[in-house]
């Protein structure tokens, strides 16, 4: 069975306006394009086209979300305000989600475009799946949108998979460089959804990610947080996985696993401070897909989240994507000798301190 790819243009026409990084412009700050930007994200599909890739995937075409998917997640009144900013000359979202006019209707096509793809996987349709999606939106909270996420995406996608489908256990597997925490509010007191965050401590949003935070009710122990330290690379996260995330997947047995697939976590992010290559997250795409085959029949999903380097998110990708398919195109990552042999890419003494403190919350996911 095939990979599948889920991309509409429309994506790239989610605008966040003028911004210098992610500071809106204004009073000092001179307009300039804000880092979340159509940028990384075309130029990943460029160089799955320029590569072939393309050609031996299937496109599949988003739908829009419903008013009632998106309810699931999100409060009505939320979803009413952010639709009449839209239809109005856009706005923001809450905290840093600016966005234009028209923008209610791409986010709908992102969190659309999510559910066709778990469905594509679910019905065996493709064997998996990637959602080049934008907006992101691991960071959307129940009523207010955060960091460039209007909805949770892949929440309304995972409520679907139980609604509809009956799939009615779940793991969120989150490498993007901030902390998932909409992803973690949906599901904090829910047993069937095991949410995994690996961020960099404190970045983003500054008050959430602990690893204290385990979930709660009938949910506790289901929510896992690796915080961890400015500048870990790819022995710290491997570390991570080996020890906590593979683990904890192991104990749950999900019968479906969704990637938050944030490439901030790359070495030559503008803000994410962790040292991630191409290679790794090629690893880590073959390590959750082992997972998958072990407890989920091979179900595995990746949903686009962050990551802002034009020049490095591509490559990062395209392992990705590699990895899914199973076909390895004739690209090599120019920048990976370089990244490889940077100080500290492997696991640190303090990285393995942190990793190791965490063990316990593997006992605490609860099993079938
Ligand atoms: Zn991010």
């Not at 009505?76 to 923008?103: H, I, Q, T, W």
């Not at 009710?217 to 906590?244: K, M, Q, R, S």
């Not at 390895?328 to 100080?343: H, N, Q, Y």
Request: proline share 6%; glycine share 12%; hydrophobic share 40%.
């Amino acid at each position: 069975m095939s990979t599948g790819i889920v991309w509409d243009e429309r994506y790239m026409w989610w605008d966040t306006r003028h911004a210098a990084g992610f500071i809106p412009a204004g009073g000092w700050v001179e307009p300039d394009e804000h880092v979340e930007n159509p940028r990384t994200k075309r130029r990943l599909k460029n160089l799955l086209d320029a590569c072939e890739l393309s050609e031996q995937l299937t496109w599949l075409r988003p739908r829009p979300a419903t008013w009632a998917e998106l309810t699931q997640v999100h409060e009505v009144d939320y979803v009413e305000r952010m639709k009449a900013l839209s239809d109005d000359n856009g706005g923001d979202a809450g905290e840093l989600v600016p966005f234009g006019p028209g923008g209610f209707e791409i986010a709908l096509l992102a969190a659309g475009g999510v559910i066709t793809a778990a469905e594509a996987v679910q019905t065996r349709r493709v064997g998996n799946a990637y959602a080049l999606t934008r907006p992101p939106g691991h960071h959307a909270e129940r009523a207010r949108g955060r960091g460039f996420c209007m909805f949770g995406n892949v929440a309304i996608a995972a409520h679907h998979l139980r609604a509809v489908h009956g799939v009615d256990r779940i793991a969120v597997v989150d490498w993007d460089v901030h902390h998932g925490n909409g992803t973690e509010q949906a599901f904090y007191s829910d047993p069937g959804v095991l949410t995994i965050s690996l961020h960099q401590d404190r970045y983003y949003p500054q008050d959430s990610g602990s690893a204290q935070h385990t979930g709660d009710g009938a949910g506790a122990g289901a929510n896992i947080n690796i915080p961890l330290p400015p500048g870990t690379g790819a022995g710290g996260y491997e570390y991570a996985f080996e020890t906590v995330v593979l683990p904890a997947l192991r104990r749950f047995r999900p019968g479906f696993v969704v990637v938050a697939s944030g490439f901030d976590s790359g070495a030559l992010d503008p803000l994410g401070r962790q040292m991630l290559h191409s290679e790794a997250y090629r690893q880590f795409t073959r390590m959750l897909m082992a997972v998958a085959d072990e407890t989920a029949g091979g179900r595995l999903l990746g949903v686009h989240e962050g990551g802002y380097s034009a020049a490095y998110v591509p490559f990062c990708g395209l392992a990705v994507f590699e990895e899914l398919s199973g076909i390895r195109t004739k690209v090599e990552d120019p920048f990976l000798d370089f990244l490889s042999a940077l100080g500290g890419m492997d696991l640190q003494p303090h990285q393995k301190d942190t990793v190791d403190s965490l063990r316990p919350l593997v006992d605490r996911v609860p099993a079938p």
